[in-house]
């Protein structure tokens, strides 16, 4: 299965225009947004999980980052509410499961091998973000020099200078709505583009967005 598979192509996706797919385990339905390979894939998906369900042990052979949108998601190393941050490394087993429910953005097999410690962030913490300019805040989740992601909170009627990304960027919209080439981004869209790219970020009512950066390759 491919889908946005070519990673030096842009990328738009509202996920609330998707239809929710079965898993192989009952309860858990997933939107795609980005997929190369069956059901072992390097993927990029929202995950849903019904209140009481529960994935299969299983490996994550090349790494699992999933930042929490709602509900509480469950496995060995603890529970994890609405707004929380993980990332597995290379060769990490767990049990995933979901009591009240849950939702996930979760992005499957995109680290590389250096990769070797556990992350576990509370992004809704209020000494992790720092202001980088009127009306623009940000949070850093991970930094390496194969990626950072960080999490940016904007203010109502915020218009930034446009950013350059030499490695490519990827966007999800969490909460509220951004504005590119006039066009309304709420919630729940993905946009990726390729190395490169620039962005300016504007925001009518305020947003609160995922953002990773410098993990794409570069252009043929």
């Known amino acids: 299965m491919q889908i946005n598979a070519d990673l030096r192509q842009p990328a738009l996706v509202d996920s609330a225009a998707l239809d929710w797919i079965a898993s192989p ?8 947004l980005e ?11 929202l995950v849903r999980y019904a209140p009481g369900s529960a994935f299969s042990p299983h490996r994550h052979d090349e790494g699992e980052e999933f930042l929490v949108l709602d509900g509480v998601f469950s496995d060995e190393t603890g529970d994890f509410p609405r707004g929380h941050y993980v990332r597995n490394p290379p060769g990490s087993r767990h049990t995933p ?3 009240p429910g849950a939702t996930i953005l979760v992005k499957l097999r995109q680290m590389p091998p250096e ?15 720092r202001e980088r300019a009127p009306g623009w805040s940000e949070a850093l989740l991970f930094s390496a020099p194969w990626e950072q ?14 950013q350059a990304y030499p490695r490519g960027v990827e966007i999800f919209v969490v909460e509220g709505s951004i504005t590119r080439d006039g066009a309304t981004l709420g919630a729940g869209t993905w946009l990726r583009l ?5 962005l300016a970020l504007a925001s009518a009512d305020g947003a609160l967005l995922y953002r990773k950066s410098g993990h794409l390759p570069a252009a043929a």
């Open 25 to 32: 385990m009952a309860g858990v339905e997933r939107r795609m």
């Open 35 to 45: 997929r190369d390979g069956g059901e072992v894939a390097r993927a990029t998906s």
């Open 97 to 99: 499961s979901s009591a």
């Open 115 to 129: 990769e070797a410690a556990p992350v576990r962030i509370d992004t809704t913490d209020p000494g992790l973000w």
């Open 149 to 162: 992601v960080d999490m940016i909170r904007l203010a109502a009627g915020i218009e930034s200078a446009e």
């Open 194 to 198: 390729p190395a490169g790219s620039r």
